[in-house]
C-alpha cells in the first residue's frame, strides 16, 4: 500500500511525534512538500505533507492560524510537518489548537531530522508501492494468459474478478451478457446493456464508467476489437476505482480478449466462406455434398427443417449497416441457444439459414418487428424505400427444397417491399389475398388503360356499363340473378354486355377476358 502518515511516524529514523489529529493518521501520503508561503494553497494538488518551520507565519495568533490550517485542509493537504528548534522552540499551541479543530494530523519534526530525510523516506515508500504494483501486475498478467489458454474467457474473467476483489462480465456483439464472474454477477451485468450499446456505438477502443445499479459498485466499460464496431465489451466493477496492480490487471485482461475476439473474427470468416460453399451446393441441388462439406459445423442444421431467410438493404442505408447488425444479432442468438445457423453476405443482401423455430429465427423476427414498430406512421404501409432493410423468409425445408425456398424468401422479400413492410414470410402471402398484390403502379396503368372506355362511356350518361359488368361478373354470368341486382330486365343486361364487347373489342365467352376484368375492377375505384 503507499505510504501514509502512520507509516512515516513508525519509521525509526524519522522519530517524529504527532500532536494533533492522531485518528487520521492512516490518509495516503502522495508526496512531501516544503513551504514556507503564507498561503500555500495554489501550489498544492492534494494529498501532500506539508513541511514547515514557520519562517513567515504567526504560529501564535489563534486566528491566523485558524484561517492557515483551514486553507490547508480545503486544499486536500493530508498533513502538517513543523520543524522544532528552528523558529520555535516549539510548536506554539494556537497551531495545535487549530489543526485539533479543523481534524488535521500535525506532526513535531526534531531538529535532528532534515525536512529532505522526510521527503526521502516518502519518495522511497511510493517508489517500492509503484514496484509491488507492477510486480503483482506482470503476476497478474501471466495468471490471466495461463486462464485465458486453459479454461477461455470464462476463466479469465475469474481471475480478474479475483484480482481486483470484485466481478467481470464479458458482452457479444449484441451487447448480450456471454458471461459472468462470481456467477452472482449476472444479475448485475444483465442491468447494464444499455451503457453496453451506448459504448458501442462509438469506435474502439472506447472506455466509460458509470456508477453500479442502485449505487452498488463503480463499473467501467471498455469495448473489445480493433474494428471500427466494437464485437464485444467487458464490465469491471469494484467498490472503488481501482489501483496500480488492478489497472494492470484490467488492461491485461482486455488486450487477451481483444485478442481472443479477433482471432474469432478470423475463425468466423473463414466459416463464412465454408458457410458460402454449403449454400452454394445446396442451391445447386447438392445436398449430399453439402452436407459432406457442412461436416460438424452446420451438420446438425441440415438434419432439421429450416428456413431460408433472404435480407436485403439499398446501396446508401440511411440507417446505419442494418444487415450487419441482422447478422450479428441473429449469429448472437444462435450461439447463447447452442444451434447451429449458417450466415452469408452477398454484397447488399444477407442469406440466413436457420433452424425453424429457433433462437436464431426468432431473434431475426424481433429485430425486424423492431424496426417495423420503429417506422414514422406516415411510412408505414406505402412502398419501401430503396435505403430500407426488408427480409423475407421461406416456409420450412430440407436440404432438398433449398433452391424452392430461396425462391420462396425472395418473393416474400419482393412483396415485402412493395407493401412497404420490413419482414415477410411465405406462408403469409398463401393465406391472404391475391388482391393487396395488385397495388402495383403497372397494374394499375392496365387496369385504367382497359376500362377506360366503359367509364368515358358511362361519363355521357348513355348507360351504366361499369356497374353492369362488375354484376354480371360477380354473378358469374347469370343473367337472372346479375339482372335482379341490378334492378334491370335481363334483356336490358343482355344488350349492355354486348355493348361492353363492342367497345372493348373483346369476347366476354372468353375467360381470360373475364378474369382481367374482374381484376381491373378489383384493382381500380369505381369513380372516375
Same mark, same amino acid.
Given at each position: 500500500?503507499?505510504?501514509?502518515?502512520?507509516?512515516?511516524?513508525?519509521?525509526?529514523?524519522?522519530?517524529?511525534?504527532?500532536?494533533?489529529?492522531?485518528?487520521?493518521?492512516?490518509?495516503?501520503?502522495?508526496?512531501?512538500?516544503?513551504?514556507? %508561503?503564507?498561503?500555500?494553497?495554489?501550489?498544492?494538488?492534494?494529498?501532500?505533507?506539508?513541511?514547515?518551520?514557520?519562517?513567515?507565519?504567526?504560529?501564535?495568533?489563534?486566528?491566523?492560524?485558524?484561517?492557515?490550517?483551514?486553507?490547508?485542509?480545503?486544499?486536500?493537504?493530508?498533513?502538517?510537518?513543523?520543524?522544532?528548534?528552528?523558529?520555535?522552540?516549539?510548536?506554539?499551541?494556537?497551531?495545535?489548537?487549530?489543526?485539533?479543530?479543523?481534524?488535521?494530523?500535525?506532526? #513535531?519534526?526534531?531538529? !535532528?531530522?532534515?525536512?529532505?530525510?522526510?521527503?526521502?523516506?516518502?519518495?522511497?515508500?511510493?517508489?517500492? &508501492?509503484?514496484?509491488?504494483?507492477?510486480?503483482?501486475?506482470?503476476?497478474?498478467?501471466?495468471?490471466?494468459?495461463?486462464? +485465458?489458454?486453459?479454461?477461455?474467457?470464462?476463466?479469465?474473467? =475469474?481471475?480478474?474478478?479475483?484480482?481486483?476483489?470484485?466481478?467481470?462480465?464479458?458482452?457479444?456483439?449484441?451487447?448480450?451478457?456471454?458471461?459472468?464472474?462470481?456467477?452472482?454477477?449476472?444479475? !448485475?451485468?444483465?442491468?447494464?446493456?444499455?451503457?453496453? &450499446?451506448?459504448?458501442?456505438?462509438?469506435?474502439?477502443?472506447?472506455?466509460?464508467?458509470?456508477?453500479?445499479?442502485?449505487?452498488?459498485?463503480?463499473?467501467?466499460?471498455?469495448?473489445?476489437?480493433?474494428?471500427?464496431?466494437?464485437? +464485444?465489451?467487458?464490465?469491471?466493477?469494484?467498490? +472503488?476505482?481501482?489501483?496500480?496492480?488492478?489497472?494492470?490487471?484490467?488492461?491485461?485482461?482486455?488486450?487477451?480478449?481483444?485478442?481472443?475476439?479477433?482471432?474469432?473474427?478470423? %475463425?468466423?470468416?473463414?466459416?463464412?466462406?465454408?458457410?458460402?460453399?454449403?449454400?452454394?451446393?445446396?442451391?445447386?441441388?447438392?445436398?449430399?455434398?453439402?452436407?459432406?462439406?457442412?461436416?460438424?459445423?452446420?451438420?446438425?442444421?441440415?438434419?432439421?427443417?429450416?428456413?431460408?431467410?433472404?435480407?436485403? &438493404?439499398?446501396?446508401?442505408?440511411?440507417?446505419?449497416?442494418?444487415?450487419?447488425?441482422?447478422?450479428?444479432?441473429?449469429?448472437?442468438?444462435?450461439?447463447?441457444?447452442?444451434?447451429?445457423?449458417?450466415?452469408?453476405?452477398?454484397? /447488399?443482401?444477407?442469406?440466413?439459414?436457420?433452424?425453424?423455430?429457433?433462437?436464431?429465427? *426468432?431473434?431475426?423476427? #424481433?429485430?425486424?418487428?423492431?424496426?417495423?414498430?420503429?417506422?414514422?406512421?406516415?411510412?408505414?404501409?406505402? +412502398?419501401?424505400?430503396?435505403?430500407?432493410?426488408?427480409?423475407?423468409? =421461406?416456409?420450412?425445408? *430440407?436440404?432438398?427444397?433449398?433452391?424452392?425456398?430461396?425462391?420462396?424468401?425472395? /418473393?416474400?422479400?419482393?412483396?415485402?417491399?412493395?407493401?412497404?413492410?420490413?419482414?415477410?414470410?411465405?406462408?403469409?402471402?398463401?393465406?391472404?389475398?391475391?388482391?393487396?398484390? %395488385?397495388?402495383?403502379?403497372?397494374?394499375?396503368?392496365?387496369?385504367?388503360?382497359? %376500362?377506360?372506355?366503359?367509364?368515358?362511356?358511362?361519363?355521357?350518361?348513355?348507360?351504366?356499363?361499369?356497374?353492369?359488368?362488375?354484376?354480371?361478373?360477380?354473378?358469374?354470368?347469370?343473367?337472372?340473378?346479375?339482372?335482379?341486382?341490378?334492378?334491370?330486365? !335481363?334483356?336490358?343486361?343482355?344488350?349492355?354486355?354486348?355493348?361492353? &364487347?363492342?367497345?372493348?373489342?373483346?369476347?366476354?365467352?372468353?375467360?381470360?377476358?373475364?378474369?382481367?376484368?374482374?381484376?381491373?375492377?378489383?384493382?381500380? =375505384?369505381?369513380?372516375?
Amino acid at each position: 500500500m503507499p505510504p501514509t502518515l502512520a507509516s512515516l511516524v513508525h519509521h525509526s529514523a524519522l522519530k517524529l511525534t504527532v500532536r494533533a489529529g492522531e485518528d487520521r493518521l492512516d490518509v495516503p501520503v502522495r508526496w512531501a512538500h516544503v513551504s514556507e %508561503l503564507a498561503d500555500p494553497v495554489p501550489y498544492m494538488e492534494g494529498g501532500e505533507l506539508l513541511l514547515i518551520t514557520a519562517l513567515k507565519l504567526d504560529a501564535e495568533d489563534p486566528q491566523a492560524m485558524r484561517r492557515y490550517v483551514k486553507r490547508l485542509v480545503g486544499a486536500g493537504v493530508v498533513g502538517l510537518g513543523f520543524a522544532v528548534g528552528v523558529n520555535y522552540e516549539d510548536i506554539p499551541e494556537a497551531l495545535v489548537d487549530a489543526a485539533a479543530g479543523e481534524g488535521l494530523p500535525l506532526l #513535531e519534526v526534531p531538529r !535532528r531530522t532534515p525536512f529532505l530525510a522526510i521527503s526521502k523516506a516518502v519518495s522511497a515508500a511510493i517508489a517500492a &508501492e509503484q514496484y509491488r504494483a507492477v510486480t503483482a501486475g506482470f503476476a497478474a498478467q501471466r495468471e490471466l494468459t495461463r486462464q +485465458a489458454l486453459t479454461d477461455g474467457p470464462e476463466g479469465l474473467l =475469474s481471475a480478474l474478478a479475483s484480482q481486483v476483489d470484485g466481478w467481470a462480465a464479458l458482452y457479444d456483439a449484441s451487447g448480450a451478457v456471454v458471461a459472468t464472474a462470481p456467477e452472482w454477477a449476472g444479475r !448485475r451485468a444483465a442491468r447494464l446493456t444499455a451503457d453496453v &450499446e451506448r459504448l458501442r456505438e462509438r469506435p474502439a477502443p472506447a472506455s466509460s464508467v458509470v456508477g453500479g445499479p442502485d449505487n452498488e459498485d463503480r463499473v467501467e466499460l471498455h469495448s473489445l476489437g480493433t474494428g471500427r464496431r466494437p464485437r +464485444a465489451a467487458l464490465a469491471v466493477g469494484t467498490a +472503488a476505482a481501482p489501483g496500480t496492480a488492478e489497472r494492470y490487471a484490467v488492461h491485461s485482461a482486455i488486450a487477451l480478449l481483444t485478442l481472443t475476439t479477433e482471432r474469432s473474427r478470423s %475463425l468466423r470468416a473463414a466459416e463464412q466462406r465454408l458457410g458460402a460453399a454449403v449454400l452454394r451446393m445446396l442451391l445447386a441441388g447438392q445436398p449430399d455434398h453439402a452436407r459432406a462439406v457442412a461436416g460438424d459445423l452446420y451438420g446438425s442444421l441440415l438434419d432439421a427443417p429450416f428456413r431460408m431467410v433472404v435480407a436485403e &438493404e439499398g446501396r446508401a442505408p440511411a440507417q446505419g449497416d442494418r444487415l450487419g447488425a441482422l447478422a450479428e444479432v441473429v449469429e448472437s442468438a444462435a450461439v447463447r441457444a447452442g444451434e447451429a445457423v449458417l450466415v452469408v453476405p452477398e454484397g /447488399q443482401r444477407l442469406v440466413v439459414l436457420a433452424v425453424d423455430g429457433g433462437a436464431a429465427a *426468432g431473434a431475426c423476427g #424481433e429485430y425486424t418487428a423492431g424496426l417495423e414498430a420503429g417506422r414514422p406512421v406516415g411510412e408505414q404501409g406505402g +412502398a419501401a424505400g430503396e435505403d430500407e432493410l426488408v427480409v423475407g423468409v =421461406s416456409a420450412p425445408v *430440407g436440404p432438398v427444397a433449398a433452391a424452392a425456398a430461396y425462391k420462396q424468401a425472395e /418473393q416474400a422479400l419482393s412483396v415485402a417491399r412493395r407493401r412497404g413492410r420490413v419482414y415477410v414470410e411465405h406462408e403469409q402471402l398463401a393465406a391472404g389475398s391475391v388482391v393487396p398484390l %395488385l397495388a402495383d403502379d403497372a397494374v394499375r396503368a392496365f387496369a385504367d388503360g382497359l %376500362l377506360r372506355p366503359l367509364y368515358e362511356h358511362d361519363a355521357t350518361g348513355r348507360g351504366d356499363l361499369v356497374a353492369s359488368l362488375r354484376a354480371w361478373l360477380s354473378r358469374h354470368g347469370q343473367w337472372d340473378a346479375a339482372a335482379a341486382d341490378l334492378g334491370v330486365h !335481363r334483356h336490358t343486361l343482355r344488350y349492355r354486355m354486348r355493348r361492353v &364487347e363492342e367497345i372493348l373489342g373483346r369476347s366476354l365467352d372468353d375467360p381470360d377476358v373475364r378474369m382481367e376484368l374482374w381484376l381491373a375492377l378489383k384493382t381500380t =375505384s369505381t369513380e372516375q
